[in-house]
């Protein structure tokens, strides 16, 4: 007899041929996610992972980190015996009793859940039940059996050994990170930035970030936030390859040299060559930014088609269609709003034109970028980056 942690998973199910691919980057991620636990060790069942090795006393510490394990369906801390019905009905009976003592009250609604993955097991799964629902009733006072609303939950799994569990904790769902490339991600110090990063993750892909600063306008404590955010956000979606690059010169170049009310697609086109640069180089497929339509002047569909035609790596924007309170909610999920709230300048609030365009044409982007030497610009910015691998 042993305790062992289940593992579940969704949507790997669903990959056919690929899935050992899938199933072993959810291996990889969770014994990543379990390193700091002593012992630990995840194997591959049928259709599940299980991790074996985990003390009673770091129970709790490993059942908090696969939270964070995208590709987890859900996960149950279960005990492990040989295939005998009458030991897991014993089992099952000091969980139950375990889980009782949660509540105060005189009787407590439970039921007994019976799964035959093994279909050469004698006993029907019905009659299993009430079997164990016996023995149950027989050594835990103060409860009764309701089979439609059960507060207790008493789960038997005839496998290749029986599994015994009373808790199925939801997981973060989503694919393994890294088993579907890698997306460069322009992260600001904002609300939405963080969150557009988590939900690309939760995809099954990689982020490198690129944030851009400027120096000395902007604080380190501003620097600091961002590095803060990827760290929150590294829970989630593994090491974040942070780029951070210097964009004063180009800002002060264009606020020199453009229409002022241009000045923030000029900007924004040129930190998207910049990110794209910096993408190719990490071997990244796509951009990924937190923009979502119509929330401020730079993200009409106007200014995100001149956005995006700076260029030709895809660009991906899961906010597209969210409103701020669904974002904020899911920056709160994320652990990341209280941190992206903190009142530090971004670089994009040091030039703001008094009256960004919210129509700009291509005609008046091409006649202003004629007169700048693009390449040389992208060269410089690159050039003075630095990277920190964060996570
Ligand atoms: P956020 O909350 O992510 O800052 P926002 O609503 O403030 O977004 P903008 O400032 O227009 O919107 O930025 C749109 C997107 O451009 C951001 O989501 C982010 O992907 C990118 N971006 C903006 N500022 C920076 C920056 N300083 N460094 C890197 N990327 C940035
Ligand atoms: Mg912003």
């Known amino acids: 007899m042993e305790n062992v942690i289940i593992i579940r ?18 291996v990889k991620n969770a014994a990543e996610a379990l390193r700091h636990i002593d012992g630990a060790v995840v194997r591959r069942g049928e259709s599940r992972l299980y991790v074996e090795g985990v003390s009673d006393a770091q129970l709790g510490q490993a059942l908090e980190a696969l939270k964070y394990v995208f590709g ?23 969980l139950v009793k375990y889980e009782r003592m949660r509540y105060e009250r005189e009787t407590v609604r439970f039921k007994v859940d019976v799964k035959r993955a093994d279909k050469s097991f004698p006993l029907p799964s019905m009659k299993m039940a009430a079997a164990a629902g016996g023995v149950i009733l027989e050594r835990v006072g103060g409860l009764k059996v309701d089979l439609t609303d059960p507060e207790i939950t008493a789960y038997i799994e005839m496998r290749d050994m029986a599994y015994c569990f009373t808790r199925i904790i939801k997981g973060p769902g989503g694919m393994p990170v890294g088993c579907n490339g890698r997306a460069a991600l322009l ?58 690059i210097r964009f004063t010169d180009i800002q002060t170049t264009l606020y020199e040299q453009c229409p002022p009310d241009y000045l923030t697609v000029l900007m924004r086109r040129f930190m998207m060559r910049i990110a794209e640069r910096i993408a ?5 497929l796509a951009l990924v930014t937190g923009e979502s339509v119509g929330q401020v002047a730079s993200q009409t569909l106007e200014s995100l088609a001149v956005t995006n035609n700076a260029v030709d790596l895809p660009v991906l924007r899961p906010l597209v269609g969210m409103d701020k309170i669904e974002i904020t909610e899911l920056a709160e999920k994320y652990g990341t709003f209280k941190t992206s709230i903190l009142p530090y300048e971004d670089c994009c609030t040091v030039f703001v034109p008094k009256h960004p365009v919210t129509k700009p044409r291509m005609s008046e982007i091409d006649k202003a970028e004629e007169k700048l030497d693009i390449g040389g610009m992208i060269d410089a910015a690159v050039a003075g980056g630095k990277a920190t691998t964060i996570g």
């Not at 970030?209 to 620097?223: C, G, I, N, Q, R």
């Not at 190719?280 to 990244?284: G, I, L, N, S, T």
């Open 9 to 26: 998973y969704a949507e790997i199910h669903l990959k056919g041929l690929n899935r050992p691919y899938f199933e072993k980057a959810l």
């Open 72 to 94: 987890i369906h859900s996960f149950s801390p279960a005990v492990r015996l040989e295939q005998d019905f009458e030991k897991a009905a014993d089992v099952l009976a000091d």
């Open 187 to 244: 992260l600001s110090g904002g609300i939405d930035s963080p969150v557009a990063g988590c939900m690309i993750a939760k995809r099954g892909v990689a982020l490198s970030a690129v944030h851009f600063e400027s120096f000395p306008y902007t604080s380190d404590k501003a620097l600091d936030k961002v590095f803060d955010l990827a760290r929150i956000m590294a829970r989630y979606t593994g090491e974040i390859r942070l780029h951070v």
């Open 280 to 284: 190719k180089a990490d071997k990244c």
